[in-house]
């Protein structure tokens, strides 16, 4: 049995030289079975269960072969390894979860006896270290354990890209997708159907049924989701649907707001005449197509803004029983309302269907939609104009009663408030861009509500066409609440998609009740993803908060720069620096679409996942270094507004990266070990960063530079910040070097008034102020020239540059508005008092076009001390 034994072990042995060790521990356990006396067999097996990162069972095989040394009294050197191993196992295995504090209480007594092994090494030997370094884990064992909570929510509160220098967002207040039934498809195209089957959910999947909507923007979808009617009637009161509504800009928000509680006025009814219920559905109509309303619509919709300022303000319980406006968005969305408010005042292409071609003739004179026909006798002046219109015999005539119809508008309609947002998309004048083709929104929805079965029992009314279409999709959202009544919640959540959903899933969402969902069963994200890294962010944020690996999708679609792509592979590299097919093994999710110019989707994969279905080590350490340099050293954009593309990704998201990868399935020691390699400032690489303008051609993925080490100190004050807030909330062991701070306590705030004087002219007037491009470069100003460090930031990578421990850049910076005229930033107490008594300076940077972007650099004594 001896021989038999020794020629598994031979056999495993090649298997774990060629990193299969599962295979290889498989053959370990064989041999162990043929020789169950022998202590180097389980010593084997732990060896391979370690590189599995399977720690508990690695310590049991450790203690195993510990338990046969004895029984054997076999004083090999065999011991002091079994010692090191259990010290990396136990360190490892500890800081992840996989061994509980009390699994080392049932065993103390024989770690203790195999840690003794550890201290007649020498000083400076592996067995030495590593001792040191468990014992170092095991001490802050409690400390991180109850910490880990609070450390998460502060990880997630951090900012996850690089600043703009403008925070003004973009507002579209016309979407830009066509309406979809999330259930059902993610829009009309043939090739856009996708059903979830909801008659196949189980009873416990139907009760929890989550969709979540990010860049929301006009709320178009919500409306479309009837599920329930298509549900057996066994299954209805089963069905619970929560809809989270999350869009970044708050006027888009405040909007879908008031057009809800003026939809909550025809779902409760309220006694209204019909009159009156037609004047509320033509003030939706006119707030969510129109450009500008009538005059009485204009009231009513003043009167609702009115109204949702005081339920933000006071009663948030007031507002209707299937809506919930987070509270962290309440101080936003009344900004918006304000200004609509107060602000205001009184200031005044493609082919149509043939439904629409007689009204399209109206609008280009009058530019306003017809109203139905109860409401018209408001507007005489309309109806000889549009009586001409419709008359063939009489249309040559209608153009010398325009005039009246015009003045009539210009008296008695108002413009559309919801189309005024506080900080963008302002004309000099104060008012939007409406450079849209009105009649492609009312088409999108017409032959949504014909795909969606809501004209199915009426046609277009030829009196007042684009009204019946709005009416026929809004009485549909109306009769979908009043079915659905107790069985449906809407919810409102201001803020950045990737930012929101790290809140969720590391448990820092403490506005949002206790009850509501983290996990979805499905998510559409429009263009988000646009402004966002791509699947890379998603993959980081979204997948994970999807509810059933295989079943829950995230998708989206690519609208900004659609026309810079050479396909769906280039797409997906430029972001991940990955092919789709490898998303699984790096990942760990699942591209099934990637279709550039229509949609693209995502699939969460059941994790942990096995090492054998994840990526090898040495791919698994390129890819991260990959992404790492690509964050420190992104690639230029495309100068191009149709081509230009973003990469926005800062440190922060590099440590929610490599939290992320351990959750599905990446050993510990893997990770810990890249990241204390950074930390020491160890790496070599063969990787190289890409210089070029975006996109990254596929190409990138294999070349390869000679070995060398790379110089990672300038951005170890950026890992500082964000490893003193968030350390016990990492599942891996990390070192900290003894000059970083070890809490948010040692960290200091500072601030330095930077008003848009001191911005040079391209970035103040010219470059685009709203893409995250900016960094803060700190440095000693005898040793540099400004531009040269930021001309150069790759040969700072590189280690070309000499005296780069002169030299800082931090990618997380708290806040930077040249509006405000503020720069905030945080640093560690040791190292600001060291740049402080050495005369640094700081300076904006930005990364598209390599420059500093101020005047002049702030010297450290205005760097202002913000308590």
Known sequence: MAAQALELKEKGNVKFRARLYREAANLYMQAEAASPNDAVYPSNISAALFELGDYNACLQAILCASNKLKASQDQSSLSERLSTRLAKALTYGIRSGKITLDDVQQNAELIDELSKEGVKADAGSEATLVRKEWHRVSSEAEMVKSGAAVARKRLAGLPIFKRTVDTGLEYYSIGHDDPMSIVDDWGPGPDEKDSMNLNKLSTEQLSRLAFLFGGVGDGRFFGLNRAHAKLETSQQSQ?????????????????????????????????????????????????????????????????????????????????????????????????????????????????????????????????????????????????????????????????????????????????????????????????????????????????????????????????????????????????????????????????????????????????????FPKKYSRMWMSNVPDYTQGAFNMAIYAVPSLQDPLVSTAAFNCLLNTGIWDGGEELCYTYTHLLPHELPSFLGCRMDKFDAWGYITLKRLPTPNSLHDLAPHNEFTAWLTRVLFAILVPPLLSQSMMGRTYYPSNLVSFVDLLIHVHNIGFPSHWIAGFLSDILANKVTSDVSPFMGRTPIPVSERTRRVAQRKVNLQPWHADLENILAVSYPALPFPVRLPDDFAKSEDDLVAFSVDAPISCFDHATARILNPVIPVMALLFFKPDKYLSNALANNVDALLEGLIKNSDCVQILTMVDELDMHKGVIRWRMGKQRAAKMKAEAWVMGPYRFDEREIVVKRLFSCGEWKEVK
């Open 239 to 515: 069905f619970r649907v929560h809809l989270t509504l999350l869009d970044i800009q708050p006027t888009a928000l405040a909007r879908d707001l008031c057009l809800f509680l003026l939809i909550d006025e025809l779902v409760e009814d309220h006694g209204h005449s019909e009159e009156t219920r037609l004047e509320i559905m033509a003030t939706i109509f006119y707030a969510y197509f129109g450009v500008v309303m009538p005059s009485y619509c204009h009231q009513r919709f003043c009167e609702v803004v009115r109204r949702a300022m005081h339920l933000l303000q006071n009663d948030l319980h007031g507002l209707p029983s299937w809506l919930y406006v987070n509270t962290e968005a309440v101080a936003g969305l009344l900004d918006s309302l304000r200004h609509w408010d107060e602000d205001l005042g009184s200031r005044t292409v493609e082919p149509v269907p043939r439904e629409f071609q007689l009204e399209k003739a109206w609008y280009n004179s009058a530019r306003v939609f017809m109203p139905p026909l109860t409401l018209r006798k408001a507007h005489d002046e309309f109806l000889v104009v549009w009586a001409a219109i419709q008359d063939p015999s009489r249309r040559s005539s209608a153009g010398g009663l325009v005039k009246e119809a015009q003045a009539h508008v210009f008296d008695h309609w108002e413009p559309n408030p919801s189309l005024f947002d506080l900080v963008t998309n302002r004309r000099v004048n104060g008012y939007p861009d409406m450079g849209f083709n009105a009649f492609s929104n009312i088409d999108a929805f017409y032959h949504a509500c014909r795909r969606l079965g809501l004209l199915s029992n009426k046609k277009v009314d030829p009196d007042c066409p684009c009204f019946s279409v709005g009416q026929a999709f809004f009485s549909g959202v109306v009769d979908a609440l009043k079915t659905l009544k107790g069985q449906i919640k809407v919810e409102i959540v201001y803020g950045e998609l990737s930012h929101e959903l790290a809140k969720m899933g590391l448990g820092g969402d403490g506005s949002r009740p206790d009850d």
